[in-house]
């Protein structure tokens, strides 16, 4: 591939990257502003990140296969268009149920960004520069993080939170032409056939069971979790009987794709916790106003956005197996630091957390992802795409749900007992030393897995 088209395939995906990590970063210091806007709690505006998540994860593997059947790059562009128009929408919206349904309509656009964006990538580039072309769009992940929360306060403060939707519209418009236009013709996977609709179906339903069974606020909780079991093992079960199943079971036999993702799900589940809390202390009990918010949250981002570009580059030439165990070594610590957050005198914890969590990233998400791309076909990169970016956004949308379920079930408990401000803490602190246990977890796996995932990082299992 000619040196001006791959670098002009990174620049279109990552404009892409950068308009939905804006979205999400915006949203992180708005979800405060919106629930009182519409006058709803934690639990419920949760709804609008985590309906938006659901939907980006059923779809996700579908889009991924979609696109290597009929060319990724035709469901990237059409995907920029459609998440567009969700901006739009939820820039209107009168309602807290309206704007749950407008965001439901921009997942999709994203999910076939998503599914589709890193794999062009991949594929776009030699195996050389493969860590330096994802720590690349790593580094604008967290560019757009970065800039969110400094627009998105300076938005919040002077225009209101509709606006924060609005500035979509103008760069994800250019983005469709550029991405129409431009992206280079992907190559195909040969195995054509029915699309598995019902596996998808099962796969969506299990995962809005499992959800609401996370939220900490129904008698039906218990139903919702034993349905939610038996909708995912059905899905598991009938996957197994597929001539051309939803889910690649051969790829499984890969330990590099297996235990990357497995990564991937516990770094994220217990990451999303520091981004989704952490916004409501520092209004709750900190006071802090929106645009000083957005400042400390860019902190995360930046040094994702240092980081990442050097670690990808590195895993090019040492492997990626040492390099996520220190990334996720520093995120348990950015866990524990948060675990000790007090009332008063917290804004240098704070900042020395949310430092840790973004070089932690840094150190992990590109070399992780640079090591599961060099073990895969070219003709599944589509697929491989879809399915990281499930297992990401999953987590996420997991990690939501029971960080904002586990504080509401704490401070409602430790209210029994102490003031509100003490109790805030106390729950904040376990909330935290749980999230650190998930992480340390992943560091504990990453250290048992590095060699592997180290000794023969260009081997890609067969495609069949």
Known sequence: MKLELKWQVLSIICAGIFISTLDGSILNIANPIIAESFSVTMNQVQWVTTAYMLVITATLLFFGKFGDQVGGQKVYAYGFLIFTGGSFLCSISPALYYLITSRIFQAFGASMMMATGAGIISNSFPVAEKGKALGLTSSMVGIGNMAGPVIGGVILASLGWSFIFLVNVPIGLLGFYLALKYLPAQPLNPSRGRYDITGMILFALGSVMLLLALSYNSAATPYAAITAVILLLSFFFYEKKQVQPLLDFTLFKNKTFLFGNIMIFLAYISQIWIMFLIPFYMEDLLQLPPQIM?????????????????????????????????????????????????????????????????????????????????????DKAGYTGGFTATTRNFSISMGIAASASIFTLLINSQQQLFNPDIAYMSAVGIVFKISAFITLCGFLLSILTAKSRTADPNQKISSD
Do not use: E, K, Q, W
């Not at 981002?301 to 580059?313: E, K, R, W």
């Not at 492997?319 to 240098?348: C, E, K």
């Open 294 to 378: 957005g400042l400390y949250m860019t902190i995360p981002p930046v040094c994702l956005a240092i980081t990442a570009p050097l670690t990808g580059s590195l895993s090019d030439r040492i492997g990626s197996g040492h390099l996520t165990s220190v990334g996720l070594f520093l995120m348990t610590l950015s866990h524990i630091i948060f675990s000790t957050l007090s009332s008063g005198s917290s804004i240098p914890r704070i900042i020395a957390g949310l430092m840790l969590i973004g070089i932690g990233m840094g150190f992990f998400a590109s070399p992780n992802s640079s090591s599961i791309f060099r073990s895969v076909p070219g």
